[in-house]
T-cell receptor
Framework: ETGVTQSPTHLIKTRGQQVTLRCSSQ?????VSWYQQALGQGPQFIFQYYREEENGRGNFPPRFSGLQFPNYSSELNVNALELDDSALYLCASSLVEVPGEAFFGQGTRLTVV | GNSVTQMEGPVTLSEEAFLTINCTYT??????LFWYVQYPGEGLQLLLKATKADDKGSNKGFEATYRKETTSFHLEKGSVQVSDSAVYFCALRGGGNYQLIWGAGTKLIIKP
């Protein structure tokens, strides 16, 4: 098992810019989910991908988008960054057959200034 | 909608004390319930889970019982150690829905 890895670990962007965050899933996992975690709060579900298609989405606007690649790695893209987008972004991989049991990366800390 | 409420932290205990972290939920149907833990500098890890009423999840000395009548899933441990210091999150997954709904987390500090 290689675990879930995310890159970069920290990032500073300017309001209005675009950002791409990357995630490499645990070997054998077919599902990737992304979460946003504000300081002192629990994670908020952004969306989930299974077999390269989005199959679930939380209450986030369309400027949050993603991709899942055949090797189960994933990207989260955020356009037109806002100050409130500053947060820890978490990637989680899992098996669709075992929902809820997710393996998390350490996250990317995004700061929008 | 579905939601999870956890007791506010931080919770500070001495080593070998008994631990309870309260978690209650609101959900339609029959959700699955989870406790995740985040140790300093590490990613979230699944600690234990329960998928139906009266199930007891257990791991590393921690236990939690799915109580449908009180909509609760309290986390307990009989004797905590300094190494248990972490942030603990209660979460649920509603039936037919893949996303996890999370509580705000409870920071646990264990003093030697």
């Amino acid at each position: 098992e290689t675990g879930v890895t995310q890159s970069p670990t920290h990032l500073i962007k300017t309001r209005g810019q675009q950002v791409t965050l990357r995630c490499s899933s645990q070997s054998g996992h077919n599902t990737v989910s992304w979460y946003q975690q504000a300081l002192g709060q629990g994670p908020q579900f952004i969306f989930q991908y299974y077999r390269e298609e989005e199959n679930g989405r939380g209450n986030f606007p369309p400027r949050f988008s993603g991709l899942q690649f055949p090797n189960y790695s994933s990207e989260l893209n955020v356009n037109a960054l806002e100050l409130d987008d500053s947060a820890l972004y978490l990637c989680a991989s899992s098996l669709v057959e075992v929902p809820g049991e997710a393996f998390f990366g350490q996250g990317t800390r995004l700061t929008v200034v | 909608g579905n939601s999870v409420t956890q007791m506010e932290g931080p919770v500070t205990l001495s080593e070998e004390a008994f631990l309870t972290i309260n978690c209650t939920y609101t959900a339609t149907g029959y959700p699955s319930l989870f406790w995740y833990v985040q140790y300093p500098g590490e990613g979230l890890q699944l600690l234990l889970k329960a998928t139906k009423a009266d199930d007891k999840g257990s791991n590393k000395g921690f236990e939690a019982t799915y109580r449908k009548e009180t909509t609760s899933f309290h986390l307990e441990k009989g004797s905590v150690q300094v190494s248990d210091s972490a942030v603990y999150f209660c979460a649920l997954r509603g039936g037919g829905n893949y996303q996890l709904i999370w509580g705000a987390g409870t920071k646990l500090i264990i003093k030697p």
